[in-house]
């Protein structure tokens, strides 16, 4: 069973970043394909950046150039860098981790969908205040 505990958030303000961290027990973050989903009060959850077992990474629109999805494998920990940040970044930010993995052609559409992914953490929120 994999276990996903997101940290890290906290509030900023605009322009600042923070690095939210997942950790992953059960399983080994190398073999996943894992992602970072974002969700505000009343909106829908929303794919913000993913990586494959092979090391490709996605994003959406909102966030490229701005946030950086990485993993270390000695710590079996994700990590999203966020950086320059607007106020429309306000939400609770969860992991989450495929069984197993897609294949890397697939693209971005697959690779931000909630259908993706099949284990999540419980979310840490992220505030950025104007």
């Known amino acids: 069973q994999v276990q996903l505990a997101e940290s890290g958030g906290g509030s900023v303000q605009s322009g600042g970043s923070l690095r939210l961290s997942c950790a992953v027990a059960?399983?080994?973050?190398?073999?996943?394909?894992m992602g970072w989903f974002r969700q505000a009060p009343g909106k829908e959850r929303e794919g913000v950046a993913a990586i494959h077992s092979n090391g490709r990474t996605f994003y959406s629109d909102s966030v490229k150039g701005r946030f950086t999805i990485s993993q270390d494998n000695a710590r079996n920990t994700l990590y999203l860098q966020m950086d320059s940040l607007t106020p429309e970044d306000t939400s609770m930010y969860y992991c989450?981790?495929?069984?197993?993995?897609?294949?890397?052609?697939?693209?971005?559409?697959?690779?931000?969908?909630?259908?993706?992914?099949?284990?999540w953490g419980q979310g840490t929120q992220v505030t950025v205040s104007s």
């Open positions: 059960g399983y080994i973050v190398s073999s996943l394909c």
């Open positions: 989450a981790a495929s069984r197993g993995c897609f294949p890397s052609f697939y693209g971005d559409t697959f690779a931000l969908a909630t259908k993706t992914y099949v284990h």
